[in-house]
């Protein structure tokens, strides 16, 4: 049973930082690519950012990028999203989401598990 639990969420003032963890409960953690995604109220899940297996390989939203910088702890089982300069448009709830493929997706239909999300209040 695979388990992702996000934690960190919170509110913040715009221009603020906050730092999203996802805890995985995964055998064999690197063999996932792990991805963050977002969804603000009436509108569809979008794609944050991606890393790879190892996590050399970092894809971002353009929305985000020189941000927001995800990383991850393969001996922690844990992927994390370091978010700065946040925006009120930035106002979600925050997903983590795992996928087998080696470097990772933007599409959340190709992400095999998800977490049950974090909310994120940026105030202006």
Do not use: H
């Amino acid at each position: 049973q695979v388990q992702l639990v996000e934690s960190g969420g919170g509110l913040v003032q715009a221009g603020g930082s906050l730092r999203l963890s996802c805890a995985a409960s995964i055998r064999t953690f690197s063999n996932y690519a792990m991805g963050w995604f977002r969804q603000a109220p009436g509108k569809e899940r979008e794609f944050v950012a991606r890393i790879s297996r190892s996590g050399v390989s970092t894809y971002y939203a353009d929305s985000v990028k020189g941000r927001f910088t995800i990383s991850r702890d393969n001996a922690k089982n844990t992927v994390y999203l370091q978010m700065n300069s946040l925006k009120p448009e930035d106002t979600a709830v925050y997903y983590c989401a795992a996928d087998l493929s080696i470097f990772g997706a933007r599409l959340p239909n190709e992400y095999e598990y998800w977490g049950q999300g974090t909310q994120v209040t940026v105030s202006s």
